[in-house]
């Protein structure tokens, strides 16, 4: 093993960190080299700096004059200079201030300064980098986004072990939930928790936060958990009693055998898919400042070694748009978009509760809703739309899921109508 690997693992001996890292998280480091010397450059070099590989006239990056008429506002160096391995430190700590705003349960816990990634995949990727191994369990609701299965089981041999998402009462199946936390086997459990969820749009309520708080702490006693928030379409809440702060709040303070990586970005939750910028912040109880330098280095070694860096000229434009004076009033009209879409499915399904092949399963937030499909198949039905021009995702020939953030509030009516006329018609 490399000694900076072998110096990191060191610091962190008999920590939770030690025992959860994978194989590939024990090996990874951060090397002393090119990056790591060009920060120093940057602080000290005055007078030639000859270290990184960019090109530069007179102390500013070459840039393209065709390239900066379109963003006269944005220097040479915000718009293509290189990024930091692990992000701008100024939207490193605009991103941080906002967890905190958004979650007041995180109060005074320390977490790690959230680090830039390419988008919320390339921050599942990497975390599983750090965390998963062959041979290891994943537990996931059994309606999840299938990339995790790309993730997991493809790129790491991690099992994927699901429970039952609702339960026949329309909640989430937390007896479930727990049956398959305490059953499952080996000394360390991986979780993956996704509300809002995709594909079936659900958020869990304040008594069904809590309780699965409690059912990871009370494992937690018994071994060691680490568990990824994919908080993607977090903040599109529509209705009141949901519980509107991120997990990681409550479990990043939850119990010392207990890590909480929190996944998250600005891909929705600030209209900016394209873009590719994403988070991940480290939190755990019994996790110190050593700790979390520890976990940050490692994947700062994940990122340098895949991904290298994130995009320079989307993280000048998110700080940018993140300290406008009219950036909350801005959102939260395009919430109340999703909100009055999200209205007028719920006044269209009114009158179709009890349709005999299209049952809508519970949802309230986020960016979707799915059907479960009664003596039909989901793929026929979604051939049959597509046929007729409308394209909805089937999965696994029983559900279809419908993005109505993509369809505006006035043709709702005409697209369910549609899909209740093609259901019938199969
Ligand atoms: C649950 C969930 N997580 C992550 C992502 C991916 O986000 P990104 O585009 O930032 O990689 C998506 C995108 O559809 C998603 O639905």
Known sequence: MNPIARELNDTIKGTLLDRV?????????FPRGIVAQTTEA????????????MASREGRPIILPSL??????????EAVSYAPTAGVPELRRIWR??????????????????AVVPGLTSGLSLAADLFF???????????FWGNYRLIADERHGTKIATF???SATGELDLDAFAETVRTATGSKLLLLLNFPNNPTGYSPNFSEAERIVTILTAEAEHRDIVVVLDDAYYGLFYERNTYTESLFAPLCRAHKNLLAI???GTTKEEFTWGFRIGFVTFGGASIDATGYDVLVKKLMGAIRSSVSNSSRIAQSLLIRLLTSAEHEAEKKHEFETLKTR????KEILASRADHPRLHALPFNSGYFMSFRCDGISAEALRIALLDSGIGVISIDDVFIRIAFSGVDTERLPELFDEIFHHAEAL
């Open 21 to 29: 890292l994978s194989d590939f998280g024990r090996k990874i480091f």
């Open 42 to 53: 940057t602080e000290r070099a005055h007078r030639f700096n000859a270290t990184v590989g």
């Open 68 to 77: 900066s008429r379109v963003i006269p506002d944005l220097s040479p160096d």
């Open 97 to 114: 201030d906002e967890i905190r705003k958004k979650n007041p349960t995180v109060g005074d816990a320390a977490f790690s300064l959230p």
């Open 133 to 143: 191994d062959v041979g290891n369990t994943l537990i996931l609701p059994d309606m």
């Open 164 to 166: 039952r998402f609702f």
């Open 262 to 264: 929190k996944v998250d």
């Open 342 to 345: 999200y209205r007028k499915i």
